[in-house]
């Protein structure tokens, strides 16, 4: 299984996993004009619009909790801005329509939900947002819990990371595979890559302790890494800044992760 997803900077589809590539993950990127309309029906799946970069409206309705708008949200111009972003949690069955107002970049991250117990769809404003920073010296990134597992949702997680110039980041290398809580849960994840400036590129690689799977990937501005299992760390080349959009999910909704404990040690140096 190829684990990269190439991007287009070309077409209004930035970047598409294909729906089969991953058991519990899906994810898409848009680029939209003034006026241009994206329709979202998640059908089965709970939704998590991100709203990356300018303005838009988002217009929806569900059956049970009826129609409802979220209008002119947006306020920052680029991921690399020091801002969180706008986003909406929709619960499965809703039908959306994301409305652009002038030149907007939006994400759609979906992933299984219960219909058997329909959380309401809500707007998540940046203020409400968790901001960290991890790691320490060329360790270092930048955090924004967009989704996380300490809001609601059925099993979606979502978060975004800055990453500077020269920096390594999901690292030292972890892995989130296994159905062994409290010590680790089994969490399927999705990368979405951004680099400033565009023509950059990072590098991830992605394996297992038994080297089942061992794919290292020149990653580039709009690609997508998927990691189904196993580590996945990223390091970047000096002189470009890295985003990453985060998406997990998996049978239950907790972040317990595994370092490798090969590197290990680099948390104690």
């Not at 951004?194 to 061992?214: A, E, H, K, M, W």
């Not at 501005?221 to 985060?246: E, F, I, M, Q």
């Amino acid at each position: 299984m190829d684990l990269l997803v190439k991007g287009s900077a070309d077409s209004r589809t930035l970047v598409q996993v294909p729906d089969d590539a991953l058991e519990y993950v899906g994810f898409a990127a848009y680029r939209l004009n003034e006026g241009d309309e994206l329709p979202v029906n998640g059908q089965d799946k709970e939704v998590c619009i991100v709203l990356l970069s300018g303005k838009a409206t988002i217009t929806a309705n569900h059956a049970q909790k009826g129609s409802f708008a979220w209008e002119n949200i947006g306020d920052r111009q680029s991921v690399f801005e020091d801002k969180s972003p706008y986003a909406a949690y929709l619960p499965p069955a809703t039908e959306a329509r994301v409305i652009a107002h002038g030149k907007a970049e939006v994400a759609v991250c979906l992933a299984p939900g219960n219909p058997d117990e329909t959380l309401p769809p809500r707007l998540i404003e940046p203020a409400t947002m968790k901001r960290s920073t991890r790691g320490k010296d060329a360790n270092t990134r930048y955090v924004c819990d967009i989704l996380p597992d300490t809001a609601e949702a059925h099993s979606l997680l979502v978060v975004e990371v800055i990453t500077p110039s020269g920096h390594s980041s999901s690292y030292p290398p972890h892995k989130h595979d296994t159905d062994d809580l409290p010590a680790q849960s089994f969490l399927e994840e999705s990368y979405y890559h951004r680099l400033n400036p565009s023509q950059g590129f990072v590098f991830q690689r992605v394996y297992t302790d038994d080297r089942s799977i061992d794919q290292a990937m020149a990653v580039e501005n709009n690609d997508v890494v998927l990691v189904p299992k196993g580590y996945h760390p990223v390091c970047v080349p000096w002189g470009y800044t890295s985003y990453y959009l985060n998406v997990m999910a998996g049978p239950k909704r907790i972040w317990k992760f595994h370092n490798d404990p090969a590197h290990e040690w680099l948390l104690q140096s």
